[in-house]
């Protein structure tokens, strides 16, 4: 049984550019989440799927985010135009869609905007 | 005001004793879920325990057990025997309501070293 998987683990960019991260699910799970988490935070919740529609977005999610999750698999999270404040870990989760709906994380994508 | 507070910013324990952790919540809704999750320097974040707000008993996974005190909205975290891989950031979070909300909230965490 393999967990959630994410790629790429680090990515260093420079500001304007625009960067993509994707995400693999445990397969079975219907949900899958986006998280964001700055130095000495604990994650901050951005958008979620169940299946392949996105069913919400936080207020933290600005217009050069994009997040799609095509045939309810794997997920991509796109941010276009980079600034130095998105650099951040980007966390996916993934949940069965059952009882506690247990949220298992990926290692996380570093992302480094300079 | 904070939906999840952890007053602890980081705490030292010796190998071989217990250590709580120290979480409170803040909700109106009735149902509602609470977890704990590991994250060790290498980033990934792993689950520990949960407690459902409808649960009578306090949740235990191995060495790790759940302090519930619904009234006061806390929701501990206790470690027995620490070892020395026990050494991360610990994160409390909350799942309010039941139907279609998903979202975790996470507390800011607390950083616990164990010592030998």
């Known amino acids: 049984d393999t967990g959630v998987s994410q790629n790429p683990r680090h990515k260093i960019t420079k500001r304007g550019q625009n960067v993509t991260f994707r995400?693999?699910?445990i397969s079975e799970h219907n949900r899958l989440y986006w998280y964001r988490q700055t130095l000495g935070q604990g994650p901050e919740f951005l958008t979620y799927f169940q299946n392949e529609a996105q069913l919400?977005?936080?207020?933290?999610l600005s217009?050069?985010?994009?997040?799609?999750?095509?045939?309810?698999?794997?997920?991509?999270?796109?941010?276009?135009?980079?600034?130095?404040?998105d650099s951040a870990m980007y966390l996916c989760a993934s949940s069965m869609g059952q009882?506690?709906?247990?949220?298992?994380?990926?290692?996380?994508?570093?992302?480094?905007?300079l | 005001a904070q939906?999840?507070?952890?007053?602890?910013?980081g705490m030292f324990v010796q190998e071989k004793e217990a250590v709580t952790l120290d979480c409170t919540y803040d909700t109106s809704d009735q149902s509602y879920g609470l977890f704990w999750y590991k994250q060790p320097s290498s980033g990934e974040?792993?689950?520990?325990?949960y407690q459902g707000s409808y649960?009578?008993?306090?949740?235990?996974?191995?060495?790790?057990?759940?302090?519930?005190?619904?009234?006061?909205?806390s929701a501990n975290l206790v470690i027995s025997a620490s070892q020395l891989g026990d050494s991360a950031m610990y994160f409390c979070a909350m799942r309010e309501g039941g139907g279609s909300n998903y979202k975790l909230t996470f507390g800011k965490g607390t950083l616990l070293t164990v010592n030998p």
């Open chain 1, 56 to 60: 919400e977005k936080s207020r933290l």
């Open chain 2, 55 to 73: 649960d009578e008993q306090n949740a235990t996974e191995g060495r790790y057990s759940l302090n519930f005190q619904k009234a006061r909205k």
């Open chain 1, 23 to 25: 995400c693999d699910p």
């Open chain 2, 3 to 9: 939906k999840i507070t952890q007053t602890q910013p």
């Open chain 1, 63 to 85: 217009d050069r985010f994009s997040a799609e999750r095509p045939k309810g698999s794997f997920s991509t999270l796109e941010i276009q135009r980079t600034e130095q404040g």
């Open chain 1, 99 to 113: 009882g506690a709906e247990t949220q298992y994380f990926g290692p996380g994508t570093r992302l480094l905007v």
């Open chain 2, 45 to 49: 974040m792993i689950f520990l325990i």
